[in-house]
């Protein structure tokens, strides 16, 4: 199945805010609130940083926040910090497998 | 605090077979869904598949299904990801990860560390 179509890179200077955005289809981001960001740091897990397309799990940063309009999500960081750069992923179910896919994943540069 | 930690690294030739654990604590296993989720070099993340503790059923992803099972130890609360017939490209970090409530919703709170899977001759 196809993966959902993130861009490659952001950037930003430390205090601005950013957003990434990610593309799907009817079939997974048009249809359904499964909607999750991840944030990868070099040789780490990922982590959860927004499930169901808006919900911060305990410990994350009011920085980060997420939303979806028609077939694209969108994770939005708001104060960009140093310790933001990482790379991001998003992620829906899809009715195409009844499974998840991911993004190509968005590599964040703090200037 | 829940905690996933996953078996050593993994190197195999062409054709074997590997198997991967995922040795879960902090919480009640079976009452959650454990998902896989692979890395290749450089590249991003891929799904493979889940598995739910309480039931047993589990799904896999369509370009593994005939060539990878994932099961359970229960009384181990251990998760395990079988792949057979090994090709190159499945040289990847193997992630296993729990939902994150209790209703599958195959969005993951909770990673292991991630075990390296490599393969060559």
């Known amino acids: 199945q196809s993966a959902l179509t993130q861009p490659a890179s952001v950037s930003g200077s430390p205090g601005q805010s950013i957003t990434i955005s990610c593309t799907g289809s009817s079939a997974d981001i048009g249809s359904y609130n499964y909607v999750s960001w991840y944030q990868q740091h070099p040789g780490k897990a990922p982590k959860l940083i927004i499930s169901?397309?808006?919900r911060r799990p305990p410990g994350v940063s009011s920085r980060f926040s997420g939303s979806t309009s028609g077939n694209t999500a969108s994770l939005t960081i708001s104060g960009i910090q140093p310790e933001d750069e990482a790379k991001y992923y998003c992620s829906s179910y899809t009715s195409d497998t009844s499974l998840r896919i991911f993004g190509g994943g968005t590599t964040l540069t703090v200037l | 605090q829940v905690q996933l930690v996953q078996s050593g690294s993994e190197l195999k030739e062409p054709g074997a077979s590997v198997k991967v654990s995922c040795k879960t604590s902090?919480?009640?296993?079976?009452?959650?869904?454990i998902n896989w989720v692979r890395q290749a070099p450089g590249q991003g993340l891929e799904y493979m598949g889940w598995i739910d503790a309480e039931t047993g059923k589990s799904d896999l992803a369509p370009g593994l299904k005939g060539r990878a099972v994932i099961s359970l130890d229960i009384p181990g609360t251990t998760a395990h990801l079988l792949i057979s017939s090994l090709k190159a490209d499945d040289t990847a970090i193997y992630y296993c990860?729990?939902?994150?409530?209790?209703?599958?919703?195959?969005?993951?709170?909770?990673w292991g560390q991630g075990t390296q899977v490599t393969v060559s001759s």
């Open positions: 169901d397309v808006d």
């Open positions: 902090g919480y009640s296993f079976d009452r959650y869904v």
């Open positions: 990860a729990r939902d994150v409530r209790i209703v599958g919703t195959m969005q993951f709170a909770y």
